[in-house]
């Protein structure tokens, strides 16, 4: 296992929500929700920046049979121009599929409810997103997923 800060991100319409890691790769936690416009790369960039990390992980939202659909292809757009930005930074994109609900569910159990839970709901989807992350590469000794190849030219 890698030792060093990831950033987690959940990529939505409207929200992104941003998750983080300790130095040992163990436990996520929630950071921040950014709002999905124009200046969302750039706020990414700049917690990135303030934290050292060592990698970005995006959410990829493959279908259940594991296809790229139009919101997969989105995703994948948009992490190419984050993976810009933050070059040489690697920016790592990684399964996400139902982890909004699982996120739902574990808030819904806490009693968290409408406003409320809306308000965290991308946050706690990014912590599912980081941590999957994280304990698949602690279980197979490689890192997760698939690394944006962004070489600048």
Request: proline share 0%; with cysteine.
């Given at each position: 296992m890698r030792t060093g800060v990831?950033?987690?991100v959940d990529v939505g319409d409207v929200r992104i929500g941003v998750?983080?890691?300790d130095a040992a790769g163990l436990v996520a936690t929630p950071v921040e929700t950014v709002p999905a416009?124009?200046?969302?790369v750039a706020r990414l960039?700049?917690?990135a920046a303030e934290r050292a990390i060592l990698e970005m992980v995006v959410g990829l939202p493959r279908s259940l049979s594991g296809a790229e659909g139009p919101a997969a292809r989105k995703i994948r757009a948009y992490a190419e121009r984050l993976a810009r930005e933050v070059h040489p930074l690697p920016v790592r994109l990684v399964d996400e599929r139902l982890t909004t609900r699982s996120a739902e569910r574990a808030l819904a159990a806490l009693g968290w409810r409408g406003a409320k839970r809306r308000a965290v709901i991308d946050q706690a989807a990014a912590v599912e997103i980081l941590q999957s992350a994280l304990d698949a590469e602690r279980l197979s000794g490689t890192p997760p997923g698939e690394e944006l190849d962004v070489?600048?030219?």
């Open positions: 990831r950033l987690g998750a983080v890691c416009d124009s200046g969302s960039a700049t917690l070489r600048m030219t």
